[in-house]
């Protein structure tokens, strides 16, 4: 495996570590210090800026009942210095799908967003954009 | 504003157009040739490769009931030769939220990854990664 694919599919395991140990600390430490990161949790609006996202992490990891988020099926694609990861994140019996996208700073890579959101199905994807159906119809 | 950033925000509006304009040579031709790519459709696995992703855009783009996509709220986030935008996408009454990830290539900034999703509020966004909540129930 490329090294720097080995580096990039580590700093994913540890961000789900750090969301699974509610290690604050560690998760500031994943991501970005100096270029601007941005970050989708659930069907939620997208925060930006690092002291939006590290509070949101916060707040997140701070909850007692927080739940434990197994990640399956990375996939890396990079381009010199930048790189993303998708993923499924499966919290009980839901799965949802991640891009966890990684910059080149400072000889590590970090991340710099993150997007999640729910997964109706794990066959084969399949075109649903529809009017009659709209995105949110087929999670039902 | 920045070149690159009004070129970045320019390709992100085309993709907007060639979905609206059905129009699939166009929207081929916004995505890069060289590089991996991927794409997330709302509520689906992910698609990866250029052959998987366009054979999608095109059944999408097909289809005469394809819903008009506005994209409102974009913001640009710009990393040397990578870059990712931000936005909403409204559909109807349905807003999605997206993030579109671009790479310089051959002197033009491409898509390489498109993440659609549901998002269940327009208002301050919030941790919601609860165990008695999984996302998806955020949006019931």
């Known amino acids: 495996m ?11 395991s540890a961000f789900y570590d750090a969301i699974n140990q509610r290690d604050s600390e560690s998760m500031d430490g994943l991501w970005a210090s100096d270029a601007p990161v ?21 707040a997140i990891l701070s909850n007692p009942e927080a739940p434990h988020i197994r ?21 009980d019996l839901n799965d949802l799908v ?4 990684f910059i080149r700073e400072n000889g590590a890579w970090k991340i710099v967003h993150h997007h999640a959101g729910p997964i109706a ?19 039902n």
């Open 38 to 58: 941005a970050c989708i949790h659930p069907g939620w609006s997208a925060l930006e800026g690092r002291e939006q996202v590290m509070e949101s992490w916060r």
């Open 98 to 101: 991640a891009t966890n996208m």
């Open 121 to 139: 199905s794990r066959r084969a994807p399949r075109p649903s954009r529809g009017p009659s159906r709209p995105p949110r119809g087929d999670l």
């Open 71 to 91: 990640c399956s099926e990375a996939s890396t694609h990079i381009y010199e210095k930048s790189a993303f990861v998708v993923c499924i994140e499966s919290i």
């Open 2 to 12: 490329d090294p720097h694919e080995s580096e990039i599919f580590a700093a994913n």
